[in-house]
């Protein structure tokens, strides 16, 4: 058998596996947009903001929406499930017959990716329809800032399951690194509406330069190159620490 069809075989035992686990699809793929929903039924989120250069909160929270299944799926979703394939010895034994181990590692990042990519659309169509939400002015720079900040955070999920021994230790790292990474893509207060030098350096992080580049796109214009570097360069630094202390067993 062909080493594709069994790449094609991993990839849809591990679609079913993702399928069958409710807590993975809420949090992944409803909690983001539930959110959006709950915040975007306050009367204040519906009004003109100042801080936000006139936009409405909810206007500001879709793209904030958008990054957070990103961010469930790439730090809590996928670490723990590859750290818990190599704890078990999964990967071990795989290497011992003609599937690859790292079909599994490709496998899992599009099974997440398509997740959180699939959760960004629930969250702009919600908010188009339930909110009168403008769709990205700037389509296709939301589209490369979306994409740049999806692999940099599978790069980081990746990261941290190289750091993680054990499943335990995959969740607790995991958690640590959500807070920081949803502060940063504006969930508690919009990166725009941030104090000058709080945002600047909010932008230098992967989540906050992509809060920072989907904002821009969202209102019409092409993503600041200075943002899109900046999540192309933790992209690649991320992907390289991946793949040099990832170990199988």
């Known amino acids: ?11 849809r035992t591990e679609i079913r596996l993702f399928r069958r686990e409710p807590g993975g699809i809420f949090w992944v793929l409803l909690f983001p947009t539930l959110l959006l929903v709950i915040l975007g039924s306050l009367p204040s ?3 003109p903001d100042p801080a936000l250069g006139g936009l409405r909160p909810v206007d500001a ?26 704890e ?20 899992q990042m599009l099974v997440f990716g398509g997740a959180a990519l699939l959760s960004a659309l629930v969250a702009l169509a919600v908010g188009r329809l339930a909110f009168d939400v403008a769709l990205p ?14 692999l940099g955070t599978l790069a980081l999920g990746a990261v941290l399951s190289a750091l ?10 995991g958690s640590l690194a959500l807070f920081p990474a949803m502060f940063c893509a504006g969930v508690w ?26 904002d821009e ?16 360069v933790w992209t690649v630094l991320l992907t390289a620490a991946a793949a040099r202390w990832f170990r199988w067993e």
């Open 1 to 11: 058998m062909s080493t594709d069809v069994l790449d094609g075989t991993v990839l």
């Open 45 to 47: 989120f519906r009004e």
């Open 61 to 86: 929270y879709v793209p904030v929406a958008v990054l957070l299944g990103l961010i469930v799926g790439g730090l809590q979703g996928m670490p723990q499930t590859l750290t818990g394939y190599r």
């Open 88 to 107: 078990n010895g999964i990967l071990r034994r795989m290497s011992t017959t003609p599937v690859r181990p790292a079909a599994l590692l490709t496998a």
């Open 137 to 150: 002015g700037q389509p296709f720079g939301y589209l490369l800032a979306l994409l740049l900040a999806l």
């Open 164 to 173: 993680s021994r054990t499943t335990k230790i995959a969740t607790a790292v």
């Open 189 to 214: 207060l919009p990166v725009g509406a941030m104090p000058d030098v709080l945002a600047d350096i909010v932008g230098r992080t992967p989540f906050g330069a992509a809060a920072r580049a989907l």
């Open 217 to 232: 796109a969202a209102a019409g214009d092409w993503p600041d190159w200075s943002h899109l570097g900046v999540l192309a």
